[in-house]
């Protein structure tokens, strides 16, 4: 399996952005789907959210939620994954996961939107 390594997560104020970083392992990254998740805090057991995808090709979705703010895109040849968050609500304030097709997920960096 393919590992992954999230980077990026902070403290932001609402309006600001961020840009988070998922670095693959592996020698199949390229023919991946790649997506972002995010977990807000919350009760236990929260269903993790989609928030973004891309395909190998580079064809994207995004949650409603999330359209037009944030950003996915991929380097192959960094096999690197990123999410540019942009006009960041509180509401986006959560644990958000690298996911790789192959079943990976990485360990989550928190992102917190607040004043």
């Known amino acids: 399996q393919v590992q992954l390594v999230e980077s990026g997560g902070g403290l932001v104020q609402p309006g600001g952005s961020l840009r988070l970083s998922c670095a693959a392992s592996?020698?199949?990254?390229?023919?991946?789907?790649m997506a972002w998740y995010r977990q807000a805090p919350g009760a236990p057991g929260k269903q993790r959210e989609l928030v973004a995808a891309i395909t190998s090709s580079g064809t994207t979705n995004y949650s409603d939620s999330v359209k037009g703010r944030f950003t996915i895109s991929r380097d192959n040849a960094k096999k690197t994954v990123y999410l540019q968050m942009n006009s960041l609500k509180p509401e986006d304030t959560a644990v958000y996961y690298c996911?790789?097709?192959?079943?990976?997920w990485g360990q989550g960096t928190q992102v917190t939107v607040s004043s």
């Open positions: 592996g020698s199949m990254f390229r023919i991946y789907v």
């Open positions: 996911y790789c097709q192959d079943g990976s």
